[in-house]
């Protein structure tokens, strides 16, 4: 349905109410796909932004995660927001 930002409330709200969930590893990884695809869809002038939440959602993952079965995918999330990121700050 690409609701990506209606995704992440929704997925934060659920770490909120239920932190000990079996599904948190899970629940972070997609919030950063969520956050990604969030700021890919995005205008130009909000992508930094986004872009900086997505990594700033990987973070928070590998912290608690750094073994995951998602790692790969949410390194590969990790990295593309940060090649838009220089793109976006090496026009501006």
Same mark, same amino acid.
């Given at each position: 349905? !690409?609701k990506? +930002?209606? =995704? #992440?409330? *929704?997925f934060n709200?659920? %770490? !909120?109410?239920?932190p000990?969930t079996?599904? &948190?590893?899970? #629940? %972070?990884? %997609?919030?950063? +796909?969520s956050?990604f695809l969030f =700021?890919s869809?995005?205008? !130009?002038?909000? &992508?930094e932004e986004?872009?900086? @939440?997505t990594? &700033?959602?990987?973070?928070?993952?590998v912290d608690?995660?750094?073994?995951s079965k998602?790692? &790969?995918s =949410?390194e590969s999330?990790?990295?593309s927001?940060?090649k !838009? *990121?220089?793109k976006? +700050? @090496? #026009? @501006?």
């Amino acid at each position: 349905m !690409e609701k990506y +930002r209606s =995704a #992440v409330i *929704l997925f934060n709200t659920t %770490l !909120e109410e239920f932190p000990d969930t079996d599904f &948190k590893e899970e #629940v %972070l990884y %997609l919030i950063i +796909r969520s956050n990604f695809l969030f =700021a890919s869809n995005s205008i !130009e002038t909000k &992508k930094e932004e986004r872009y900086d @939440n997505t990594i &700033k959602s990987y973070y928070t993952f590998v912290d608690q995660f750094d073994s995951s079965k998602f790692l &790969k995918s =949410a390194e590969s999330y990790f990295k593309s927001s940060q090649k !838009e *990121l220089d793109k976006i +700050r @090496n #026009v @501006n």
